[in-house]
């Protein structure tokens, strides 16, 4: 679900994905060469959102 970059930045997989694939082919903050092999699951991250959602009944986990 979240990618984190090689600059430490955490994003969507979708969104990260849609941006090198239509825009261009580089890192959005770096400015430098990515390519979807290189991105890093964020796995902290994911866990820390699913048990907010767990805890959070009113959250709606089709939004993540």
Do not use: M
Not at 20 to 25: A, D, F
Not at 28 to 48: C, F, H, R, S, T
Request: with cysteine.
């Amino acid at each position: 679900i979240f990618e984190f970059l090689l600059v430490g930045i955490t994003y969507c997989r979708s969104c990260i994905e849609e941006n090198l694939y239509k825009v261009s082919h580089l890192d959005p903050i770096a400015n430098k060469p990515l390519v979807v092999d290189q991105l890093v699951n964020n796995l902290v991250l994911k866990e820390i959102v699913e048990k907010f959602i767990k805890e959070n009944e009113w959250v709606n986990s089709e939004c993540f």
